[in-house]
Each structure stands twice: as C-alpha cells, then as structure tokens.
C-alpha cells in the first residue's frame, strides 16, 4: 500500500485533500490509491441534500453536521457548486459558510465544482465520496447546486435524499412533479419561521396521497435554522430511513446501484478519453465535425463511424 492510501485511510487531512485533488485532476497515481482504498469503505451514511436555490440547504447541513458531532460521529461534507467559467474551480459559497466548522477535526469540508455535469454532480464525486468513507466519516452530506429538475442524479449516490423547500414558492408543487417527488426519502420544510408553511406542508401531504398507499410514506419535516428547531426531529427521521432500508434490504438494493453507476462513469470517462486522446481518433472526430457544419454528414452517422473504429 502506499503511503498516500495509508496516511488517508488513517484520516489524515492533508492526504484526504491531495487524495481528492489528483482525483479531481484524473492524475494516473490516483487510480492506484482508489484500488487500495476500496476494501476500506462501505461504513459511511450517505446523505443528499437538494432542492431549490434559497433554501438554507448549506445552513441546514451546518446545523446537521453540529447534531451529528455532538453524537460522536465524523462529518464528511461535499459542496457541489456551479463551476467557474474562468478558472475551472468550484465557487466557494457553500464552504465560507460553513467557515465555523472548518476548525473542528472531526470535520471535512470539501467544495467541488460540477464541470459542466447534468444532475447537478461533478463526476469525479463517487471518488470522493470512496475516500472519505475510507478515511474514517460515519456520515457524509453530499449537498447539490440547486437548479431544479436536473437534481436526481444524487439518489444514484446517495442512502437517504433531503429534498429542501421553503414556504412561499408559487411554483413549489411544479418543482416538485418536475422530478424531485420521485427522489425524496425526507421532504424538509426550511426557513418555517416564514409565513405559509402549514400550506407548502398540505400541499405536500396532498401529493403523498395521490401517490397512494406504500410501505415507506415520505415525511415532511418543518426546520427553522435560524429558531433552531426541527433540526433533532429530521436527524431522528434521517436514523429511520436507515432502518427502514435495513429492514427491507433496500439498502443493499441502493449500494449495488451506486457502485453501477460509479463503474458505468469510470467507464464512460474511460471511452471519451480513448477517443480524444488517440491521434488517430481525435482526427477522425474533428473531420466528422467538419463534414457535420457543411451538412455532409449527420451526427448520427458520424457517431456510428467513431464507435465503429473504437470496436474494431
């Protein structure tokens, strides 16, 4: 084992950052410590939090990740933000407010930008995700950028899902049924010290009907990060979730799905670097662009010539 994986899996700061660093940067050294790591996961609970932009998500897992701390249990905390479009970096919003737990050892905080992903993660984020469960997190928040119905991706990752809302949202009920109903395992009702929570809580219960009857109903949760409350009611319906993915083996059934779609992604990168790294192939890809702006050629034929040289 090398040193690098040794100093991360014994939770050394520094290392989990350099660890994440030459993942993020797909240096070659870093396949080699995702292979060492990879026995040593598996422990950490997973926990998504998306939702619309507004909603106190990053203050919400702040207060979240201090119940979690006084429990005894490390916190991991991955930021997706929107990338820069200047230097390529996560812009640092989430992680300058959460500034206050950034002095606690028990606590790793990480922004990461998306790149230009769909499904507001980065995919770089089940490496990350791997390395911090390795080096020791009990609990890791994962928390999206917050752009609508392009957050689903993060139930492919993540054990329970935080679907955030706040009262007051005319368009709350269409955001919803855009495809953040079929995702929620928890629906926090955020920023309750507003006006109009008991309808935002109704309309929600109303949508919980039509779906009918199931052996998990989806709770609502009501939290107010700025009276402190709620926050010890959801932490113990976060603690159910658990069981009731226990219990029912869903858990297993969501784990087999996450390392799906981790080895489809590596995959993936995999093959888009075969075809714009190879000379041969890059060629062949900017002489298909080509012949698509004069109208020669049509993308999906193009596409058929390209997969058919890499089959070869």
């Given at each position: 084992m090398s040193e690098l994986s040794a100093k991360v899996i014994a939770g050394d700061p520094r290392s989990i950052g350099r660890l994440i660093t030459l993942v993020e940067n797909d240096a070659p050294e870093a396949v080699e410590a995702m292979k060492q790591i990879h026995r040593y996961t598996g422990q950490a609970q997973i926990i998504g939090v998306t939702g619309v932009m507004g909603s106190g998500k990053s203050s919400l897992i702040f207060e979240l990740a201090l119940v979690f701390r006084a429990e005894g249990k490390k916190v991991g905390i991955i930021a997706i933000d929107p990338t820069s479009p200047f230097?390529?970096?996560?812009?640092?919003?989430?992680?300058?407010?959460?500034?206050?737990?950034?002095?606690?050892?028990?606590?790793?905080?990480?922004?990461?930008?998306?790149?230009?992903m769909m499904g507001g993660l980065t995919s770089a984020l089940y490496d990350v995700v791997e390395i911090l469960d390795a080096a020791g997190m009990n609990v890791i928040i994962i928390e999206t950028v917050g752009v609508g119905q392009d957050e689903v991706d993060i139930?492919?990752?993540?054990?329970?899902?935080?679907?955030?809302?706040?009262?007051?949202?005319?368009?709350?009920?269409?955001?919803?049924?855009?495809?953040?109903?079929?995702?929620?395992?928890?629906?926090?009702?955020?920023?309750?010290?507003?006006?109009?929570?008991?309808?935002?809580?109704?309309?929600?219960?109303?949508?919980?009907?039509?779906?009918?009857h199931?052996?998990?109903?989806?709770?609502?949760?009501?939290?107010?990060?700025?009276?402190?409350?709620?926050?010890?009611?959801?932490?113990?319906?976060?603690?159910?979730?658990?069981?009731?993915?226990?219990?029912?083996?869903?858990?297993?059934?969501?784990r087999r799905q996450r390392y799906e779609a981790e080895l489809i992604e590596i995959i993936r990168k995999r093959l888009m670097d075969?075809?714009?790294?190879?000379?041969?192939?890059?060629?062949?890809?900017?002489?298909?662009?080509?012949?698509?702006s004069k109208k020669e050629l049509d993308p999906y034929t193009a596409a058929d010539e390209i997969l058919g040289k890499i089959l070869k």
């Amino acid at each position: 084992m090398s040193e690098l994986s040794a100093k991360v899996i014994a939770g050394d700061p520094r290392s989990i950052g350099r660890l994440i660093t030459l993942v993020e940067n797909d240096a070659p050294e870093a396949v080699e410590a995702m292979k060492q790591i990879h026995r040593y996961t598996g422990q950490a609970q997973i926990i998504g939090v998306t939702g619309v932009m507004g909603s106190g998500k990053s203050s919400l897992i702040f207060e979240l990740a201090l119940v979690f701390r006084a429990e005894g249990k490390k916190v991991g905390i991955i930021a997706i933000d929107p990338t820069s479009p200047f230097s390529g970096g996560a812009l640092l919003g989430d992680r300058i407010r959460m500034m206050d737990l950034s002095t606690d050892s028990g606590v790793f905080i990480r922004s990461m930008g998306t790149r230009g992903m769909m499904g507001g993660l980065t995919s770089a984020l089940y490496d990350v995700v791997e390395i911090l469960d390795a080096a020791g997190m009990n609990v890791i928040i994962i928390e999206t950028v917050g752009v609508g119905q392009d957050e689903v991706d993060i139930v492919k990752i993540a054990d329970t899902t935080l679907v955030v809302l706040i009262p007051g949202l005319g368009d709350s009920v269409q955001t919803i049924k855009a495809g953040l109903m079929e995702i929620a395992d928890i629906f926090v009702v955020n920023k309750a010290d507003k006006p109009g929570v008991e309808q935002t809580v109704a309309e929600l219960e109303s949508m919980l009907d039509l779906v009918g009857h199931t052996e998990y109903r989806t709770p609502i949760v009501a939290t107010s990060v700025k009276e402190k409350k709620g926050i010890q009611l959801l932490t113990s319906k976060i603690a159910e979730h658990q069981e009731y993915l226990k219990k029912s083996k869903t858990f297993d059934t969501r784990r087999r799905q996450r390392y799906e779609a981790e080895l489809i992604e590596i995959i993936r990168k995999r093959l888009m670097d075969f075809i714009f790294d190879e000379k041969k192939l890059k060629k062949t890809v900017d002489c298909c662009i080509d012949q698509i702006s004069k109208k020669e050629l049509d993308p999906y034929t193009a596409a058929d010539e390209i997969l058919g040289k890499i089959l070869k």
